[in-house]
DNA sequence: CGGCGAATTGACCCGCATCAACTATCGTGG
DNA sequence: CCACGATAGTTGATGCGGGTCAATTCGCCG
């Protein structure tokens, strides 16, 4: 019962900033009381950062990886001429950097995009609990593979489709996974972004990502304003993209 | 000193085609001689397939791993329209899907651009390997985070770099990954791509890469003919492509 | 020698960047 | 309450990187 509770996100009793994690990792897998025990125990309670605030420099060695509970955080690279390239971005119930965990530092920086509320989770309690209970360590390990499918996700994108395209593409990948965490509705979701964030995840121009919106709003599929998406025609936005969400692993399957 | 012959590639015992895995993964973390016997025991003999075979199809449920051996392969998404992108090429010494260990089943399918040689790996023997030594599973989760590194480096060179720069990128990446296993020196390595390969890796038409080739001989930097990458001014032809090699993590660190 | 895929080169075009102006929104202090 | 300054969004004019199309040429294998 209290397993059933928080497969809604409506449990406030240990941990409730666990919650969305929960809802995400058990539209794969089931996860016994006791694993849901072990994994609440190990997080932290959140703690808040306001919005544009670096979470986490690049290379910075880490021994505790950030669960966001919420907010908007993106996986950022600066380059030499002040170019900004985002290779994910992450939504409540994500680990941003579970990855630090084997990789011990980060290839890129971990930007507040919004203000925030992380859960941290010690790499040396994360570890105990990943020997203890082997399949939520491959739960944890399915959860990495998971954003790596997102990265190449989004190579496709950038690599194959236009700007357009690529744009629709990115607001039904957002939809699904906020709809997992129960921040979606059918129609839509809140998405506090700038225009200029939309572009470093696009490889463009801010200018250009403007112009795109309007396509996409002309084009009757989706409208992107005052902090909100609101998808007006689904099916069409999906095909439009050429998007299907095979590559989120939407899907219930033993460990 | 059956481990540290096995370290330079020369032992001919047990398994030697997982050699270059060992090479690779001893760069990060030690593998005692229990660890490296488990290892090797799971990888069955290697088969062979021709150059342009598909290895895996898209979304194909899968109960086992691909360890390259030899040759080269790609993970590939074809479009509606016929187009195709690579996010990722595999070395020898490379598993090319051990993420399905988790996923079940790829987002992408996996091609032989050369002619190849695998050695497979079943799941649940993996499993019972993980289980039995942890350290060694950690060791494989990295792996599997290394590509997703990977892929994030080439989302970089996708949005943000132009395609002079992005080629540069690449042949930089693949030196390094190269050397690890043995199969490039301080000149070059041999690379059997096409064109149109690199192409479908860098977001770009076959055409492009013929000038942008031009290009990068002409300024003396990199020469790519008849299969073979000649590096002819390597601290120039990293600076050129803002290469630091921190993505691959390349260094010894305890899981 | 003939055939075929890969590489090469040129001419032309288009998607997106760049540059530049202007408007809207919102928080802040006088 | 309004003036303001800062940041985000909007729109137009222009230029360039890389796509497209097409014609050779090269290299390898039968």
Redo the contacts with the bound molecule.
Sequence with gaps: MMTAAAEQGLVFGAAPWADRLLMKLRQRDDIDAAEEAALRSVIEPPQSYPARRVIIEEGEPLDRSALLVEGLLARVKDMRDGQQQISELHVPGDFADLHSFTLKRLDHGILALTACRIGWVSHEALALVVERFPHLGRLLWFSTNLDAAIHRAWTVSLGRR???TRLAHLLCELQVRLEIVGLADMTGYPLAL???DLANCL??????V??V??DLRERGLVTF?GGHVTIADPVGLCDFAEFSPDYLFIEKRPR
Tied chains: 1, 2.
């Design positions: 236009d700007a357009t700038t225009q200029s490889g463009l121009t801010s200018v250009h403007n112009r919106l309007r304003r």
